[in-house]
C-alpha cells in the first residue's frame, strides 16, 4: 500500500506495517508534550492515536487497556489507521496528529504482567550442549517433544536504548569438573565462588510475542487460538552473565545470570504485518495439544550488529517451535494468560557460523574469539559495547531495533 505521509513508502515503516508503541514528545505545545501515550509509526513520525482517532483508550500511558480489548477492536483499529494514512482525502483531518519521531522519546510500549523465555532454536541448543556438555549427547531427551523455557522477571524488561549495567553475582573460577560424582561435594578453596561483576556478559537476539487477550485460569489454549491472544511481535535481546548462568542454574535453572535485564524493542509489530511461512518439521511429531492448526513460521532476517559492526545474521524461519506451539506449551497446565504477557523465542540461530545469535555460539564459549574490523577481538561483551538487533521481511518491512550499551 501507498502512503502520502512523507518518506513512508520505502522506508520499511510503510502502511502495511503500522506498529505501535508509547511515546512522549520532547517540548513544544504538541497534544502529546511531556505525556506517554500511545501512537503508531509510520516513516519517520508517529501518528498520536488519541487525536487522530479521539479514543480516549490511547491516552494511556502504555498500549495494555487497548490489548484487553481483544482482536475485534485490533483489526478495527489497523482498518481505520490504515485509511488515515493511505487514502489522500483524509490527509488534512490526519496530519495535525503526525509527530516527527525525532521530536519523540520512546517509552516501554507495555506494562509486562509475565516474562517467559524459550529454547526454541534447534541449532542453538546443539550448539550449546556441544560447548557446554561435549561428553554426551548436545540435546536432552525433552528437547524435540516440548518447548522447554523459563520463568524471568518482568520487572527487569526494558526499552530499547536502556543502558544495561553490568551485573554482579557469584561466579566459580574456571576449572575442570572432577570426574566422578560431584553431589554433596565440598569445593576446595581454590574453586570456590567469588562475588563480583561478569566477565561473560553475553547477548541472545530473539523475538517477543506480546500477549494481549488474556485467558481464563483452568483452560489451555489451543495452537488454533493463537492470534486471537497474541497482538504481534517484538525484537528482544535477552542479556546474559554466562559466568554467573553457570554457577548458578544447577539444579533448577536460570536465575540471577538472566533476570538483570531483558530488552525489548520500542514498537510492537502487529502479526497482520508478518511473512507467514510453514513451520519447521518436527521430528517425532509433537503431541495432539502442540499440533499446528495453522501457518505460524515466520520469515524473518536478523541482523546483529556490535558497535556498528555486523556480526552475525540469524534466520528465524528455521526455528523449531512456533509460537503458536509455545503459547500452547505455556498454557498447557491451566495457566491464564494476562494483558502484557512477554514470551520470547530464545536464540535465534542458523546452521551457518554467520547465523548464530549468542556471543557464547559466535567464539564457541571464548575459544574462538571475534575478530572486528578495527582490529580489536571480543570473547564477551565489554564496557561501553553497543549491541544493536534488527529484522527484516522479504517484502522490505523493518522491525523496529533493540538496542543497549553495557555500562560498568
Known amino acids: ?69 481483544g482482536r475485534a477492536a485490533w483489526d478495527s483499529v489497523r482498518e481505520r489507521v ?37 529454547y526454541a532454536s534447534l541449532e542453538h541448543a546443539t550448539n550449546l550442549g556441544r560447548i557446554l556438555r561435549p561428553e554426551e549427547e548436545p540435546l536432552k531427551p525433552n528437547w524435540r517433544h516440548l518447548p522447554v523455557a523459563y520463568h524471568g522477571r518482568a520487572g527487569t524488561v526494558v526499552v530499547s536504548g536502556t543502558p544495561i549495567r553490568r551485573p554482579y553475582g557469584q561466579r566459580r573460577p574456571p576449572r575442570p569438573v572432577p570426574a566422578g560424582p560431584t553431589f554433596g561435594r565440598r569445593l576446595p578453596p581454590e574453586e570456590t565462588p567469588r562475588y563480583g561483576p561478569s566477565i561473560r556478559l553475553d547477548i541472545e537476539a530473539e523475538l517477543g510475542f506480546v500477549v494481549g487477550a488474556p485467558s ?28 554467573i548462568q553457570a554457577w548458578e542454574y544447577v539444579p533448577l535453572g536460570p536465575f540471577l545470570g538472566k533476570s538483570f535485564a531483558t530488552s525489548m524493542a520500542a514498537w510492537i509489530t502487529p502479526l497482520e504485518a508478518l511473512t507467514r511461512v510453514p513451520g519447521r518439521e518436527q521430528d517425532p511429531p509433537p503431541l495432539p495439544y502442540l499440533a499446528r492448526a495453522a501457518d505460524w513460521g ?39 494468560l494476562r494483558t502484557g504477557d512477554l514470551y520470547a523465542s530464545g536464540t535465534i540461530s542458523g546452521p551457518d557460523p554467520s547465523e548464530r545469535g549468542s556471543l557464547t555460539e559466535i567464539t564457541w564459549n571464548g575459544a574462538d574469539p571475534l575478530k572486528l574490523t578495527d582490529g580489536s577481538s571480543r570473547t564477551f561483551l565489554e564496557d561501553a559495547d553497543t549491541i544493536t538487533i534488527t529484522a527484516t521481511t522479504p517484502t522490505g518491512m523493518t522491525l523496529a531495533e533493540v538496542s543497549g550499551t553495557i555500562t560498568g
Open 216 to 243: 481464563p485460569r483452568g483452560e489451555p489454549v489451543p495452537t488454533s487460538a493463537f492470534a486471537d491472544h497474541v497482538f504481534g511481535v517484538a525484537l528482544v535481546n535477552d542479556w546474559s552473565a554466562r559466568d
Open 298 to 336: 515466520l520469515d524473518l532476517a536478523l541482523e546483529i550488529r556490535l558497535n556498528g559492526e555486523a556480526i552475525a545474521r540469524p534466520p528465524y524461519a528455521g526455528m523449531y517451535w512456533t509460537p503458536d506451539q509455545m503459547l500452547a506449551h505455556l498454557t498447557a497446565n491451566g495457566a491464564s
Open 1 to 69: 500500500m501507498s502512503s502520502w505521509v512523507p518518506g513512508a513508502d520505502g522506508s520499511g515503516f510503510g502502511a502495511d506495517h503500522l506498529p505501535y508503541g508509547v511515546f512522549s514528545v520532547d517540548g513544544g505545545a504538541a497534544p502529546a508534550a511531556g505525556t506517554p501515550r500511545v501512537g503508531v509509526r509510520i516513516g519517520a513520525y508517529v501518528l498520536d492515536l488519541a487525536g487522530a482517532l479521539g479514543d480516549p483508550v490511547f491516552a494511556a500511558p502504555s498500549l495494555n487497556p487497548f490489548l484487553a480489548r
Open 82 to 118: 490504515t485509511a488515515l494514512v493511505t487514502d489522500p482525502s483524509r490527509r488534512a483531518e490526519t496530519e495535525p496528529y503526525l509527530i516527527p519521531l525525532d521530536r519523540t522519546t520512546p517509552r516501554l510500549p507495555i506494562e509486562v504482567a509475565d516474562y517467559v523465555d524459550f
